[in-house]
């Protein structure tokens, strides 16, 4: 059974400092890493899809890396603004195929004016 | 674009009613849909994933008979919970993909049952 773990579990930063978690993830049959982020009554909404070690991908002021050898993923949100307000999941895929994502219980992050 | 819709938002039953869970694709047709559970503080667990026109492949520990999937159409996906206990209280949340999981998957927006 996979077992995805975030880090941390929730998070208070400031409106404009810039801010990181961590997904770590077995890095035995990896096959990709999905980021999700999760605001409050709506759905979630996948910010990335990521499959290569060392990848790098940018989506505006949030980023993320991928390790897959050591079997970690960090993402990253530049100057947070009160929209950035969310729980981001992490999700890895083992199997390529019609199985399904293990996910981690997400980091809930809140921004403060 | 890729737009989920998952209905009711939420419902409160009493025990031993079955509850109905409806998540419609309504902008792309998904080729598979997965159902998850959520308790309080823990992960999205999978339960379900179901292919349209065939019969959903349960993951461990998921009663089939209790937890009735159906996909009719390449749009259009079921969850009934039948003779719904408390125990089955929870977060349910369907997703869709269109070309396999190492796509992105698009969510509903997540039922919260609550049986009584």
Redesign the interface.
């Known amino acids: 059974i996979l077992n995805?773990e975030q880090s941390p579990q929730s998070l208070h930063v400031q409106e404009g400092d810039s801010t990181n978690f961590t997904c770590s993830f077995p890095s035995s049959n990896f096959?990709?890493l999905?980021w999700?982020r999760w605001e409050t009554?709506?759905?979630?909404?996948?910010l990335f899809?990521m499959?290569l070690n060392g990848d790098e991908k940018k989506k505006g002021r949030i980023s993320a890396t991928l390790n897959t050898k050591e079997g970690y993923s960090y993402l990253y949100i530049k100057g947070s603004q009160p929209e950035d307000s969310a729980t981001y999941?992490c999700?890895s895929?083992s199997?390529?195929?019609?199985?399904?994502?293990?996910?981690?219980?997400?980091t809930h992050l809140i921004i403060q004016p | 674009g890729a737009v989920v819709s998952q209905h009711p938002s939420r419902v409160i039953c009493k025990s031993g009613t079955s509850v109905k869970i409806e998540c419609r694709s309504l902008d792309f047709q998904a080729t598979t849909m997965f159902w998850y559970r959520q308790f309080p503080k823990q992960s999205l667990m999978l339960m379900a994933t179901s292919n349209e026109g065939s019969k959903a492949t349960y993951e461990q520990g998921v009663e089939k008979d209790k937890f009735l999937i159906n996909h009719a159409s390449l749009t259009l996906s079921t969850l009934t919970v039948t003779s719904a206990h408390p125990e089955d209280s929870s977060f349910y949340i369907c997703s869709a993909s269109r070309a396999g999981v190492t796509e992105k998957l698009f969510f509903g927006s997540g039922t919260q049952l609550s049986v009584l």
């Open positions: 995805v096959y990709a999905h999700y009554a709506k759905s979630p909404e996948a899809v499959t999941l999700a895929d199997g390529g195929g019609a199985d399904g994502l293990t996910f981690g219980k997400g």
